[in-house]
Structure formats: structure tokens, C-alpha cells
């Protein structure tokens, strides 16, 4: 079945640090979107992209779809204690009618302030 | 408007009893998706409806996990003979349609299920 693979599990940063977390489908993926948990919270959707090569940013947010459509990318420009939280990234499997999504593990973001 | 609420926010039973777990989609919203969700993983799929009938039921575990959503809106999961691995939070999320921008998916607070 159709995996989705994040790293780093956990990332830990200085307030100011730059984040990175990947994502990575064994599956070509029709669209991946991108969610933050935050302690104790439930999954809040960020944005979905779509396009192959796709680049949106959001603030000091920035996510980029891959070229294959498998893997994806979400940056954090100098993190704030606010941004603590776990990442997921989540995709729908390219072709057919199904519209389940399939969720990576997540990333641990801590920021220490 | 009100978001996906879920009720019970918390339950705890023993082993071999069953529960029910309940689903307030937002209003207007005719997916809605059941996931389970243990700590430190992402949230895992189970099933999801387009209106009434399920669309996709291949991450229920087994057959004693059943979930309906008679009328379009609100959804019951249930839970035969429930054992302790079923511990978990259980999380609700509805959307408005399916493809394209209509799929966002609003997740609920979760039901915390602790089988004992």
C-alpha cells in the first residue's frame, strides 16, 4: 500500500533557526497537503498543493511540491516559539476516485526560546 | 459556524466492552473521514463517506470496527469487543466535497478511547 515517509521525526531548534521537513510517497500522489498538530491538539490544515514544482508560501511558511509529484518540502524562516508543533504531511494517491488521504509519522518541532 | 465536534472527548472501558464514538461534521459537509491516531504517529486512516455510503472502508482494522452515517451528517463509530490495543485518540474530520479545493479536511478535537 501507499506509504508516506517524514524526516526528521524530531527537529529541535533556537528561536530564529531555520526548519526543514521533508516528505517523501513510494506513490505518485495526485495532491499532498500539509497539516500542524499542536501539543495536545488536533491536525489544522496549512495548504495543499497540486501542480507539479508547485512553490506556496505562507509568511515565513514556505512549501514545494516535487517535479515526480513524490516527495514535498515544508521551510520555516526564523521559527518563533509559536511555531511549535508537529508537521504532517498528508497525499492522495495519483488516478482513480479515491480521496483517502495517506499521513506521514510527523516532525516534532520544539523551539527554545 | 461551529466546527467538527466529538463526543464523548474521552472514554474509558474495559476490555471486551463495546463503545460508540460520535461525529459532528460542519454543516454543509459531505465527506467525512474516521482516523486513529497514536502517540507519536500520524494520523492512520480508517474510513471515509461521501454522503451516506462509505466510499473506503480499507483501514478499518478488523470486523469489529463498524461506522455508519445514516443520514449524510452525523457518523458513529462503533466498537465491538474492544481490546487494549484499540487505545487511541479517534479523530473526525469532514469536508466540504471531494477534489480540488473542496477537500480540505476539518479535523474534530478527537475522542481519547482507553481500554483497560
Redesign the interface.
Known amino acids: 500500500g501507499q506509504q508516506v515517509m517524514q524526516i526528521p521525526q524530531y527537529q529541535h531548534v533556537q528561536e530564529g533557526e531555520d526548519f526543514t521537513t521533508y516528505c517523501n510517497s513510494s506513490t505518485t500522489l495526485s495532491n499532498i497537503q500539509w497539516y500542524k498538530q499542536r501539543p495536545g491538539g488536533h491536525p489544522v490544515f496549512l495548504i495543499q498543493l497540486v501542480k507539479s514544482g508547485e512553490v506556496k508560501k505562507q509568511k515565513r511558511l514556505t512549501f514545494q511540491f516535487g517535479e515526480a509529484k513524490k516527495n514535498s518540502s515544508l521551510h520555516i524562516t526564523a521559527t518563533q516559539t509559536t511555531d511549535v508543533g508537529t508537521y504532517f504531511c498528508a497525499g492522495r494517491r495519483s488516478g482513480g476516485s479515491n480521496y483517502k488521504l495517506t499521513f506521514g509519522k510527523g516532525t516534532l518541532l520544539t523551539v527554545n526560546p | 459556524g461551529a466546527g467538527v465536534s466529538q463526543t464523548p472527548s474521552n472514554k474509558v472501558t474495559e476490555k471486551g466492552k463495546y463503545v460508540e464514538l460520535r461525529c459532528d461534521p460542519i454543516s454543509g459537509h459531505t465527506?467525512l473521514?474516521w482516523?486513529r491516531q497514536s502517540l507519536?504517529?500520524?494520523?492512520?486512516?480508517l474510513i471515509?463517506f461521501?454522503g451516506t455510503g462509505a466510499?473506503?472502508d480499507?483501514?478499518l482494522p478488523n470486523d469489529r470496527f463498524f461506522a455508519v452515517r445514516p443520514e449524510g451528517s452525523v457518523s458513529t463509530l462503533k466498537i465491538q469487543r474492544t481490546e487494549r490495543g484499540d487505545s487511541a485518540v479517534y479523530?473526525c474530520?469532514s469536508s466540504l466535497g471531494?477534489?480540488g479545493?473542496t477537500?480540505?479536511?476539518?479535523?474534530?478535537?478527537?475522542t481519547r478511547l482507553t481500554v483497560l
Open positions: 465527506a473521514y482516523y507519536g504517529q500520524g494520523p492512520e486512516f471515509y461521501q466510499a473506503d480499507s483501514g479523530l474530520a471531494l477534489g479545493s477537500d480540505t479536511q476539518y479535523f474534530g478535537p478527537g
